[in-house]
């Protein structure tokens, strides 16, 4: 199946001016989702209105902080919860970022550990994992999975499709099992003017549309897939069984093993 487009998911219009007039209060940092995924993210929240929202990959919190003030939004009592590790010192500006949300909680940890005490199983829940990525990926899922009933979305940032291995990864765990869409270059160049502030300004990576320190690519930018079970599975109860079946042979037998020959 198709991943769907945008337009059959959310309608950014009915979000565009609020998203607008919040994204001059959000100060920039390095390493950073791009504002047209930011918006596409919001979208989604104020469309789909989740009860818990977990983040797995903190960093500085940037994307907590249009998660939290969309989620505030909802007026709904939603909580966040964002997992990650203290890398470059990164905890302090998260939490001087989330300070002001009193419905965010940050922990400091590994997800693929702490999502088991996170949350209750049944609650409506939201997911943008933005780490762990590639081979680690597919171990944090299998984990979100088992542990939750009733989940709205999954996002995972750095789908780029034409040099990302988690789109592979997202496409072979949800493909034919969950509808996909994605956050990619029809969304982003119709919403353009919200990254036009993010051009130049790294000192870490010289991006601009299409490229990336100088080269061009197929990609916008980066890109966030979304798998949405909240939408209702696709196919049927057996070809959903043989799509489960295969994954867990493939990234929870094989690629171990194939992970433990190469000494990784």
């Keep these: 199946m198709s991943a769907s487009v945008y337009t059959d998911i959310i309608k950014p219009e009915a979000f565009e001016q609020e998203f607008n007039d919040f994204l001059p209060q959000v100060e920039f940092s390095e390493r950073n989702p791009l504002n047209t995924e930011m918006f596409f993210m919001w979208c989604m929240i104020r469309t789909f209105r989740p009860n818990l929202f977990i983040e797995s990959g903190?960093?500085?919190?940037?994307?907590?902080?249009?998660?939290?003030?969309?989620?505030?939004?909802?007026?709904?009592?939603?909580?966040?919860v964002t997992i990650g590790f203290d890398l470059e010192d990164c905890m302090?500006?998260?939490?001087?970022?989330?300070?002001?949300?009193?419905?965010?909680?940050?922990?400091?940890g590994d997800s693929r550990?702490?999502?088991?005490?996170?949350?209750?199983?049944?609650?409506?829940?939201?997911?943008?994992?933005?780490?762990?990525?590639?081979?680690?990926?597919?171990?944090?899922?299998?984990?979100?999975?088992?542990?939750?009933?009733?989940?709205?979305?999954?996002?995972i940032h750095d789908c780029e499709k034409d040099v990302s291995p988690n789109r592979k990864?997202?496409?072979?765990?949800?493909?034919?099992?969950?509808?996909?869409?994605?956050?990619?270059?029809?969304?982003?160049?119709?919403?353009?003017?919200?990254?036009?502030?993010?051009?130049?300004?790294?000192?870490?990576?010289?991006?601009k549309p299409f490229h990336w320190n100088g080269q061009r690519r197929k990609s916008y930018g980066t890109e966030t897939a979304y798998a949405i079970p909240s939408n209702g599975p696709i196919?049927?109860?057996?070809?959903?069984?043989?799509?489960?079946?295969?994954?867990?042979?493939?990234?929870?037998?094989?690629?171990?093993?194939?992970?433990?020959l190469r000494g990784i």
């Design 235 to 260: 196919g049927s109860g057996l070809s959903r069984s043989w799509v489960r079946a295969r994954r867990e042979f493939r990234y929870h037998v094989l690629a171990p093993i194939a992970n433990r």
């Design 58 to 80: 903190t960093y500085r919190g940037y994307s907590g902080t249009f998660i939290c003030e969309a989620l505030k939004r909802n007026d709904s009592d939603a909580k966040f």
């Design 113 to 155: 550990e702490v999502i088991e005490t996170v949350g209750a199983p049944d609650t409506p829940v939201a997911f943008f994992i933005d780490g762990p990525k590639g081979r680690n990926l597919p171990a944090l899922l299998s984990r979100i999975e088992k542990r939750f009933q009733n989940i709205v979305f999954i996002a």
């Design 92 to 108: 302090q500006h998260a939490r001087h970022r989330l300070g002001p949300y009193d419905h965010a909680t940050i922990i400091q």
């Design 169 to 207: 990864i997202v496409e072979g765990y949800y493909r034919n099992l969950y509808p996909l869409c994605y956050c990619d270059e029809v969304f982003q160049q119709r919403y353009a003017e919200l990254d036009k502030s993010l051009i130049g300004r790294s000192e870490l990576v010289d991006w």
